[in-house]
């Protein structure tokens, strides 16, 4: 089953624009992972943040993570067509064996 | 090192045959996953090995699905008796743990 649920499931902006994408997740977490997908491909790993980290930065990209609430954003600033994809995001449980478990992904399409 | 590498990228079988993909992880990654993924949805966890133990096996894997990772090296997914259900394309990827997961391009399996 997925862990994870994204949402909104699709999201369409003009390029330029802000696109913000969330997550929610059920089970304590050691990490929370975002990765992105063009059509047919593989995943490309974007950003990973710990469960005691509430903020991180990579370029355009800003992930937050709320413990409390079980959830996550990631915001892409200033989009550019190059962005179109979907965007998923994954976490890894803090019991158990701690496999890596995807969400549904949210399909961004940036209109140029 | 060059990544994450699948083989076959693309696999067409006739229903009833037996098929079997192999990935080879990026080098020291301790960690590899086996996904599946249909159109549209997020990657399904299917199985993931810690060096050569096999550390869970989903519940989506029936009896005719088997991985292996002899040595804790590259690893092989083996259908069996393929089924028109079984078109997909898996996913593989290695980490190190507690750390991002790296994909290879996936195989894309068409069952006719």
């Known amino acids: 089953s997925q862990q994870g649920e994204e949402d909104p499931q699709a999201l369409s902006i003009q390029e330029g624009e802000n696109a913000t994408m969330n997550c929610s997740y059920k089970t304590s977490i050691n990490n929370l992972q975002w990765y992105r997908q063009n059509s047919g491909r593989g995943l490309v790993h974007l950003i990973l943040i710990r469960s005691n980290e509430r903020e991180k930065h990579s370029g355009r990209l800003r992930v937050t993570l709320d413990t409390s609430k079980k959830s996550s954003s990631l915001l892409i600033t200033a989009s550019r067509a190059a962005d179109t994809a979907s965007y998923f995001c994954a976490t890894e449980p803090n019991f158990g064996n701690e496999k890596l478990t995807f969400g549904t992904g949210t399909r961004l399409t940036i209109i140029p | 090192d060059t990544g994450v590498s699948q083989d076959p990228r693309h696999k067409i079988t006739k229903r009833g045959q037996n098929v079997t993909f192999r990935c080879d992880p990026i080098s020291e990654h301790n960690r590899l996953y086996w996904y599946r993924q249909t159109l549209g949805q997020g990657p399904e966890f299917l199985t993931y090995f810690q060096n050569e133990a096999q550390l869970e096996k989903s519940r989506l894997l029936s009896d005719r699905f088997s991985a292996e990772r002899p040595k804790g090296s590259f690893s092989t997914l083996e259908i069996q008796r393929t089924e028109q259900g079984d078109s997909a394309m898996y996913l593989c990827?290695?980490?190190?743990?507690?750390?991002?997961?790296?994909f290879g391009q996936g195989t894309r399996l068409t069952v006719v």
């Open positions: 990827a290695s980490s190190l743990e507690l750390l991002e997961a790296f």
